[in-house]
C-alpha cells in the first residue's frame, strides 16, 4: 500500500497557532502529534504531544520525577496554564536540535513510512506532493492496522 | 634521560587535564600508558606498591559511597528534608536560602559534593518557582555551601580522602581539625549571602500559600528503604567515627555499608550501582599510576628534598604558602590531580617535622586550599560545572563570569580566615 492511501486527513496547526489550542487539538481528536506549517501552507515540522509535555513539565522536574508528586491539585493546573500564553512556535525545539522533516511522497511504500518512522523517531509522518502541500498524515496507528491487519476469528 | 621523559608525560597529561582539550580520563589513562611504555611503571609499581601504585582505599572508599548514595538517593529523603526546612521558613526567601545552605553543607560533609547538589537542585528550583524568587543566587549560594562543607571530614571531597590515604590521618582528626573552621566559614557564608544576594529577597506573602500546599511526605518514594537506608548510613557514620579503634580502613567501613545496603534493600543491582562514576574511578587510578611514575623515578624525592630544605623548620611559612597557592591553583585546575601530585610532597614535608603540630598543620592548610579554593571560578570544582548546567538547562544560565565574581569574593574571605585559624590553631596556641 502506498502513503497516498495510507494518508488521513490530519490536523494542521501553524507556528502562530496558540500552544493550548494545539494541545487541545491533539487531546480532543486523539493525536499523537500534530502537522506544523509555514506561513505559506508548507509542512514545517510535525509536532509531537511529547515536546508539548517536555515544554509543559520543568526540567527541574524531568531531572527529578519524585518533585511531581509534591504538587497538590492547583500546583498541576498552574503548570499546564503556562501553554495558553505561549505559541507553536515556542513549543518547538531549537533549530540546530531538530531533525529533518519526517515526511514522505505519495508514493511511498508502507515500509518506506515505517522507516522515516523510526528515524525521525516520530508517531505521524505527513504526506506531501510534489507542489509541497500537504495531503494528509500517516500515524504509528494507521500504520499498524495496514502493516498487521486483524485476523478475523474463526 | 628517562627522568625528563617521565616529567614531559606528566606535565603534558596535567595540562590536557586542567585545559579539558581532551577528556580527563582519556588524559590520566594515556598518561599512565606513557609511564608503562617508558619502562617506569609495571605491574607490581602501579597496582600492589603502597608507595607508587594506585591507592585503593580510595578508589574502594569513592565506589562504597556512590554506591550508598545511589540507594540514598531513590528514597527521596533530599527533597522532602528541602521542602520541609522551607515550609518551616514560611516562605521567606532568605531564612529558605539559609536552610538550603546548612542542607547543602551537611549533607555535603557526608556525601559526595556532586550527588548532593544534583539532589538539591532540582528542588531548590522547585521551591523558588512557587515562592517567585530568582533561583541563581541560590544555586550558586548552595554549591558554595557545598564547596564549604565538603571541607569538614575525610569523605567530603575527594582531596581530603586521597589526604586521608597519604597522612594516616583519621576520620576523627578530620573532624576535629577541619569541622570547627567549617562552622565559621558557613556563618560567614550565610551573612555574605545576605549582602551578596540581597536584591533576591523579595518576600511576596500573596505566594505563601502556593508553598505551603507541596506536600513533603509525598517525596518520599520508599519509606521502608528510606529507613533501611538511614540505619545503614549511621552505623557507617559510627564505623568512620571508630575505624581507627576498629582497625578497618575508611574504605572498608564504606564497602562494609554499601555491601549492607545492596543487600537488605532488595533492589536491583543495576540501579543500585547506576550512580556509581566509573569514569572518575578510572581517573582516579590514571593519576595514582603518573604520580607513583614521579615517585618512582625520584622526582617527588628531589622536590621534597628541596622543599624541605627550602622550609628549613619554619612550618608557618610553608603552610601559609600551601594553603594560598592551594586556594589559588584549585580556582584554575581540578583540585583532585593538584592534591594527587601535592600529598607526596606534604608527606616528606610533614616527616621530616617529626610530629610537631606545626608541620602537621600542612595537611590541614592543603585541605583547606585545595577544598576552598573550588569555589573561586565556575570551573574551580566539579559540583560548580553541575550546577551551571542544571541551571542553563532550566533556562537560568549563569555565565563564567557571574559565578566567579561571587566565587572569588568568597573563597579569599572564607581562605584568609582559614589561614588565621591555621596560624592561631597551630603555631600561636599550639
Known sequence: MRARELAEQFPIVSLTTNALTAARTMGDQRHPGLIVCDGEGHPHTVLPGSQVLRFMIPSYIQDDPALARVYDERGSDELLTKLSTKTVQELLPKRQDRDELPVVDPDATSLEVAAVMVQMRSPVVAVVDEDKQVLGAITLSRLFQVLFPAVPEA | MTTVLVVIVFTTAYILIATERIHRVAAALGGAAMMVVLGVVNAEVAFFSERTGVDWNVIFLLLGMMIMVGVLRQTGVFEFVAIWAAKRAKGRPFAIMVMLIVLTAVASALLDNVTTVLLV??????????????????????????????????????????????????????????????????????????????????????????????????????????????????AVMIGFVSHSALHLEPSMVALLGAGALVAISKLDVSDCIADVEWSTLVFFMGLFIMVGALIEVGVIGTISKAATEAVDGKYFLASTVLLFASGALSGI???????????????????????????????????????????????????????????????????????????LIVAAVTISIAWGYVALRYFMFA
Open chain 2, 121 to 234: 537542585a532540582p528542588v531548590t528550583l522547585l521551591l523558588c518557582d512557587r515562592i517567585d524568587a530568582p533561583p541563581v543566587p541560590f544555586l550558586i549560594a548552595e554549591v558554595m555551601a557545598s564547596n564549604i562543607g565538603g571541607t569538614a571530614t575525610l569523605i567530603g571531597d575527594p582531596p581530603n580522602i586521597i589526604i586521608a590515604a597519604k597522612s594516616g590521618l583519621s576520620f576523627n582528626d578530620f573532624v576535629l581539625n577541619l569541622a570547627p573552621i567549617v562552622v565559621v566559614l558557613l556563618l560567614v557564608f550565610i551573612v555574605m549571602a545576605r549582602v551578596m544576594f540581597r536584591s533576591a529577597f523579595t518576600f511576596h506573602p500573596e505566594k505563601v500559600e502556593a508553598l505551603m500546599a507541596l506536600d513533603e511526605r509525598e517525596a518520599i518514594t520508599d519509606r521502608k528503604l528510606l529507613i533501611k537506608s538511614m540505619v545503614v548510613l549511621l
Open chain 2, 333 to 407: 585546575v581540578d583540585n583532585i590531580p593538584y592534591v594527587a601530585t601535592m600529598a607526596p610532597l606534604v608527606a616528606d614535608l610533614v616527616s621530616s617535622g617529626g610530629g610537631d603540630a606545626g608541620a602537621n598543620a600542612a595537611w590541614w592548610s592543603l585541605a583547606l586550599g585545595a577544598d576552598l579554593g573550588g569555589n573561586a571560578t565556575a570551573v574551580g570544582a566539579s559540583a560548580n560545572v553541575v550546577v551551571l548546567g542544571i541551571a542553563a538547562r532550566n533556562g537560568h544560565p549563569i555565565s563564567f563570569w557571574q559565578f566567579t565574581k561571587y566565587g
